[in-house]
């Protein structure tokens, strides 16, 4: 019955990418990612945010437009053919917005555990999210919503696994 527990698994994906991109105030979720990334990761370019959120390039500069046109993020001085983007303080306000209300709405998801269960419950995330790791650029793209500040790189399954496969690929 072990497909029983990957169905179950999709119904659980299907519920929290509802209630995520019903958090996301309007902004579509590679706005809100492109968005997310520039909060922890200022400078980043357009083709390293194409990267992470997982559109085109031609995408990417219309959606940096938009977030541009609306005051959220800025261009900064291009270096030859890059130019780094940052966030305007708008921008900071939107993101923490963002964060609270998709962690909110994703929290009331595990609110029918016990505290008990809970615990186990992130015991396992911790073991899947880590065994599905495959490398830095995976980490970024997986962890593009993410609230960096609660899941930091000593505590963050997908960031530590990355970490490891990187020190594995080095010694080799």
């Known amino acids: 019955m072990q497909l029983l527990e990957a169905n179950k698994l999709g119904a659980l994906s299907a519920m929290i990418r509802d209630r995520t991109e019903a958090s996301l105030a309007g902004l579509s979720p590679s706005a809100a990612a492109v ?3 520039l909060h922890f ?22 959606l940096i437009d938009g977030l541009e046109r609306q005051a959220l993020i800025e261009r900064g001085k291009p270096e030859g053919r890059i130019t780094p983007l940052t966030l305007t303080e708008a921008g900071h306000a939107q993101v923490q917005e963002l964060h609270a209300l998709r962690l909110a709405a994703l929290d009331d998801l595990l609110a029918a555990l016990q505290p008990d269960e809970r615990k186990h419950f992130a015991s396992m995330l911790d073991t899947i999210l880590a065994g599905a790791t495959t490398s830095r650029a995976f980490a970024r793209t997986t962890c593009r919503l993410c609230e960096h500040d609660l899941c930091g790189p000593e505590v963050c399954p997908i ?5 490891e496969i990187e020190k594995k690929e080095n010694h080799e």
Do not use: D, H, W, Y
Not at 43 to 62: D, F, H, K, M, Y
Not at 159 to 163: D, L, V
């Open 35 to 37: 968005l997310s990334m």
């Open 41 to 62: 990761k200022p400078g980043l370019t357009t083709t390293e945010l194409a990267v992470i959120v997982g559109v085109s390039q031609p995408n990417a500069v219309r």
């Open 159 to 163: 960031g530590c696994r990355a970490t």
